[in-house]
């Protein structure tokens, strides 16, 4: 299967790129295709993660609490922020 490059400066970088590489062009667009691909794949993973943390966090927070107590009441706190 042939693919062909018809921009002059993206010839040009690739065939630097597979010159400091040492490699043939097919095998740098390969490796470059490679790369970016588990950037995005990283990136779709990492945006899937944060969404389900939130998911979570909404999860959590949608919750009633627990105890009426204040947070000082709970940690043991007096009025002068000491432990009774």
Do not use: C, H
């Not at 597979?18 to 390969?30: D, N, P």
């Not at 490679?34 to 939130?54: C, H, I, M, Q």
Request: proline fraction near 2%.
């Amino acid at each position: 299967m042939g693919v062909s490059i018809k921009s002059v400066e993206a010839e040009r970088k690739l065939r630097r790129v597979s010159k400091l590489l040492g490699k043939s062009m097919t095998a740098t667009v390969i490796e470059l295709a490679d790369g970016k691909l588990k950037e995005l794949e990283a990136k779709t993973n990492r945006e899937r993660r944060l969404k389900e943390v939130d998911a979570i966090v909404r999860r959590f927070n949608s919750r009633p609490p627990l105890s009426d107590k204040s947070v000082e009441e709970i940690l043991g706190y007096n009025d002068k922020g000491m432990f009774d």
